[in-house]
């Protein structure tokens, strides 16, 4: 879909949609307004009718009012004006975007991204609503025997519109985020909807190097099974041994900034397939545990963005790819292993599987002398039972680093939620057999992450499990492409603060 802007009064688009908004007082947007002034009251009455009431996300389609050049106008409920802030904003905006989605037309004209709200400039206004709107026009039909070619008419073509000139590069500069933000969320969520028998690790590996050959500052670097044995990874390649895939290593390097400033590192668990391994998991739903590569996807995402807008920073993308099978040499429960880091492991469930090759993995992000790094991972299925699928979880390190991305994912509108890391909850992955189990606790969130936590003492780090927020099930099925937007706000926040 195309998305551009422009400026000019709504009742003369010639565009088969308008979308306006309605505030839950019955009052009008501007655009909205003007539209109601041009066919003597329609909008007022229709509003004064209860049809539709300003609710915050409702929306109601009409069709050729007198003395409005476009076809169709689309009204949005923004709720009440006192409570307008950036959630509500991105809420009718995601409204909108769905609405003019599925109405199936080609072109539409929106006015809704020039309603300010509290706490959201033009630039973040106007890169908001056009990621509400890639998003809602995202489709996955690679697969589909049709090719994803269909006769159903779509939206092809968005203009954000504006009933003023003014600060038009400002809105040029968040259009630009929003297109590099929207293409890598895109690309997380292809890479997360692809079934597991073609997105396998050496899959992963193939698409860095063609995000290599689309960016020529991009540095790829692989590293396969036996460069892991050298480096000592016994902790990352016990959970491929069960599997014919074999494992790789993969980091993508953009350099963006200063030769000396230290590199923002983004690690990403890869498991292509997780059957659960010998701790197999049930069937039902198993299917899904395709998604258990999100946290890569979603490094990928950050790393075709960044290179996109050829951001002024340094950033490092690390994934870790195995398949975790049930294989005739797959790990046992009670195995002990040892990491990158000497330290060794009992592995007492080889379903947690995520935390063993992330640990090698971060131990491996050192060798960039980082100045921050965080690790992404479908990890556990206790942080859905403790947030559910509207945030992710984030621990760390670093209280500022945290406080960070908690800011990031605000502005972003891709949430998460910190939770807390002690030495009381440390003290459940005691082993009496190796150095640390990798399981233990009921809290199983915060003891992973205080898992991860013992491989990171040597750099600032945090870590986001987005086990709930990675895919969506049921009807709606498919990855999310979370949090390629936290990422990228997170990394827009540090250039521009300098």
Not at 222 to 228: F, P, T
Not at 261 to 270: C, M, S, T
Request: overall charge positive.
């Amino acid at each position: 879909m195309q998305i551009t802007l422009k400026s000019g009064a709504a009742e003369k688009q010639r565009a088969a949609c308008v979308a306006v908004g309605l505030w839950a007082d019955g009052s009008l947007s501007d655009a909205a307004s003007a539209l109601d002034a041009a066919s003597g009251g329609q909008l007022v009455e229709i509003a004064s009718a209860g049809d539709i009431n300003g609710k915050l996300g409702q929306s109601l389609m009409l069709h050729r009012l007198p003395g409005v050049a476009a076809k169709r106008v689309l009204l949005v409920g923004l709720g009440a004006a006192e409570d307008f802030d950036r959630r509500a904003f991105r809420t009718a905006q995601a409204a909108a975007a769905a609405a003019l989605v599925g109405a199936r037309i080609r072109d539409a004209v929106s006015y809704l991204a020039d309603i300010e709200c509290r706490g959201g400039q033009l630039a973040w206004r106007v890169r908001s609503a056009a990621e509400e709107a890639f998003a809602a026009a995202y489709r996955f039909d690679a697969f589909k025997s049709s090719g994803g070619k269909s006769k159903v008419k779509r939206l092809k073509k968005l203009t954000l519109a504006s009933t003023s000139r003014s600060r038009r590069a400002k809105a040029k500069a968040g259009l630009a985020r929003a297109r590099a933000v929207a293409a890598g969320r895109n690309l997380a969520r292809d890479l997360g909807n692809t079934p597991p028998n073609v997105c396998h690790p050496s899959y992963l590996a193939k698409q860095a190097k063609a995000l290599k050959k689309q960016f020529k500052s991009l540095k790829v670097e692989v590293l396969d099974e036996a460069g892991m044995g050298k480096l000592g990874m016994g902790s990352l390649l016990a959970v491929s041994r069960g599997s014919r895939q074999p494992a790789k290593l993969i980091a993508m390097q953009h350099r963006g900034g200063k030769k000396r400033d230290k590199p923002v590192v983004l690690v990403g668990k890869g498991v292509t397939f997780d059957t659960g391994g010998i701790s197999i998991k049930p069937a039902a739903t198993m299917d899904e545990m395709k998604f258990d590569m999100c946290g890569a996807a979603s490094v990928f995402g950050v790393m075709r963005a960044v290179c996109e807008l050829d951001l002024p920073i340094n950033v490092v993308g690390v994934v870790p790819a195995v398949e975790n099978m049930p294989g005739g040499d797959a790990t046992r429960p009670g195995d002990v292993v040892t990491s990158m880091s000497g330290k060794t492991i009992e592995i007492l469930n080889t379903d947690a599987e995520g935390r063993l090759i992330l640990c090698d993995a971060l131990t491996w992000a050192g060798k960039f002398k980082p100045g921050v790094v965080i690790d992404i991972a479908t990890l556990t299925g206790a942080c859905i039972v403790a947030l559910g699928h509207e945030n992710a979880a984030v621990l760390g390190n670093d209280d500022a680093l945290i406080d960070a991305l908690r800011s990031a994912g605000d502005s972003s509108g891709d949430t998460c939620w910190p939770l807390p890391m002690s030495d009381a909850y440390d003290k459940d992955l005691e082993s009496n057999f190796a150095d640390v189990a990798n399981i233990g606790g009921r809290a199983g969130t915060i003891t992973a992450g205080c898992f991860l936590g013992r491989f990171t003492a040597d750099y600032r780090w945090a870590h986001l499990d987005i086990a709930g927020v990675a895919w969506k099930s049921g009807k709606v099925k498919g990855a999310t492409g979370r949090p390629v937007p936290l990422l990228m706000q997170y990394l827009f926040d540090r250039v521009d603060a300098g």
